[in-house]
């Protein structure tokens, strides 16, 4: 089992910037590739980012990519989001999520998620 924590959502204006932090408890964390999700009202969830525990490089979304930077520091058990350049599209709730395979994030799948936080971009 894998307890999942976000935080650092919030609102803010266009062009804004936004770190979300992902805590993981339980089960030996570097083990797992991570990956962010989002879900806007009346929409899918939606791929962000995820990386893997050490290869291969992160994998990002095409309507984040340049804008949008996962990282993760596995001593602390913990996973970010760095979000700059924010558009009101980005507004949604943010999920973290867990799974051995980079492959699987990418198609949605979790073994374990998060709670989520709401980030909202106004124009």
């Known amino acids: 089992q894998v307890q999942l924590v976000e935080s650092g959502g919030g609102l803010v204006q266009a062009g804004g910037s936004l770190r979300l932090s992902c805590a993981a408890s339980g089960r030996t964390f570097s083990n797992y590739a991570v990956g962010w999700f989002r879900q806007a009202p009346g929409k899918e969830r939606e791929f962000v980012a995820a990386?893997?525990?050490?290869?291969?490089?992160?994998i990002y979304a095409d309507s984040v990519k340049g804008r949008f930077t996962i990282s993760r520091d596995n001593a602390k058990n913990m996973v970010y989001l760095q979000m700059n350049s924010l558009k009101p599209e980005d507004t949604a709730v943010y999920f973290c999520?867990?799974?051995?395979?980079?492959?699987?994030?990418?198609?949605?799948?979790?073994?374990?998620w998060g709670q989520g936080t709401q980030v909202t971009v106004s124009s």
């Open positions: 999520a867990v799974d051995p395979s980079l492959v699987r994030l990418r198609m949605r799948h979790g073994d374990y």
């Open positions: 990386i893997g525990w050490s290869d291969p490089p992160p």
